[in-house]
């Protein structure tokens, strides 16, 4: 079972404007959840994180927003670049190990 | 500094041969994981161990065997290769979160 859901397998969006990733999870137990990018060929690569007890986390150009009720996370990407384009994994976890991923959305900014 | 390492990049085998896939990391990391992804599915654990000494399984264990060789590297072996392991195999390390990955390796079973 796929605990971890992200219903997008694409986007397409404008350089500059806001690009934003849903994720969705379904076990209550998550308490960690981050944001890799993975360009092809490549391993993933961290992006942001955030713990349970927020709601919001900022890095520069990205935030993660995090809807405990909803089992719902978001990453807002503003403004976007073409070096943005990759694929991007939600991930989630209960304890330190046992790590869980959405299939990923690809994302594309075009110039 | 090279991070996490993974030999090799690339490997085509038969049904029923048999195959370790290497992971060394330089960060003196305390855990190691080993990960597959296939087409429209997340990464999937296989196994990870939380320290040397420890394995432990994942999500998706059957068909794998580890060994913790010592704190720096962590090897993934297929005894008897079957078509359903055809996948890309992903080896990561971390001391605290997140966990850093390597490039991955690309295994194909005929």
């Known amino acids: 079972d796929q605990q971890v859901k992200q219903n997008s397998p694409s986007l397409s969006v404008q350089e500059g404007r806001i690009s934003i990733l849903n994720c969705d999870y379904t076990n209550s137990m998550f308490d960690y959840f981050l944001w890799y990018k993975k360009y092809p060929a490549e391993g993933p690569t961290f992006l942001i994180s955030?713990?349970?007890?927020?709601d919001k986390n900022e890095d520069g150009r990205f935030t993660v927003f995090l809807n405990k009720s909803a089992k719902h996370l978001s990453l807002h990407i503003v403004p976007s670049q073409p070096g943005d384009s990759a694929v991007y994994f939600c991930a989630a976890s209960a304890d330190n190990n046992d790590m869980r991923f959405g299939a990923g959305t690809r994302l594309t900014v075009k110039p | 500094n090279a991070g996490v390492t993974q030999t090799p990049k690339f490997q085509v085998l038969k049904t029923g041969q048999s195959m370790t896939l290497q992971c060394a990391q330089d960060m003196n990391h305390n855990s190691m994981y080993w990960y597959r992804q296939d087409p429209g599915m997340g990464l999937r654990l296989i196994y990870y161990s939380a320290s040397e000494g420890t394995t432990d399984k994942g999500e998706v264990p059957n068909g794998y065997n580890v060994s913790r060789l010592n704190k720096r590297e962590f090897s993934l072996r297929l005894e008897s290769a079957a078509p359903s392991q055809t996948s890309v195999y992903f080896c990561?390390?971390?001391?605290?979160?997140?966990?850093?990955f390597g490039d991955g390796t690309r295994l194909s079973i005929l």
């Open positions: 990561a390390s971390r001391v605290d979160q997140p966990q850093h």
């Open positions: 955030i713990s349970s007890i927020k």
